[in-house]
Nanobody
Framework: QVQLVESGGGLVQTGGSLRLSCAAS????????MGWFRQAPGKERTFVAA????????IYADSVKDRFSISRDNTKNTVSLQMNSLKPEDKAVYSC????????????????WGQGTQVTVSS
């Protein structure tokens, strides 16, 4: 059964770090580009980062570039998001998503979604 499960969210102070993980149950994990998106209360879901099927290429939203890092382990069917230098504006529910083949910054292009994990950054 297709399933994406995020973990690692929590409360952190401004400037702190968190590492989010996503465990994927897909037919063939290596066929899917993986992405992270976030959504704050009352806001639209926005792109955070994405990684190609083999992990050789990544893209980031300008707001997180140089602070966040996405990675994947195709032997474990996992994708991670290392978040450093967190800011209050990073507070959101973070969701991982899977998209067949090519990655994309557009949430509508993704095929499967996890339930999300809450990240709270205090001032």
């Amino acid at each position: 059964q297709v399933q994406l499960v995020e973990s690692g969210g929590g409360l952190v102070q401004t400037g702190g770090s968190l590492r989010l993980s996503c465990a994927a149950s897909l037919g063939t994990f290596s066929w899917y580009a993986m992405g992270w998106f976030r959504q704050a209360p009352g806001k639209e879901r926005t792109f955070v980062a994405a990684i190609s099927v083999n992990g050789d290429s990544t893209i980031y939203a300008d707001s997180v570039k140089d602070r966040f890092s996405i990675s994947r382990d195709n032997t474990k069917n996992t994708v991670s998001l290392q978040m450093n230098s967190l800011k209050p504006e990073d507070k959101a529910v973070y969701s991982c998503a899977a998209k067949a083949w090519n990655y994309s910054p557009n949430d509508v292009a993704y095929d499967f979604w996890g339930q999300g994990t809450q990240v709270t950054v205090s001032s």
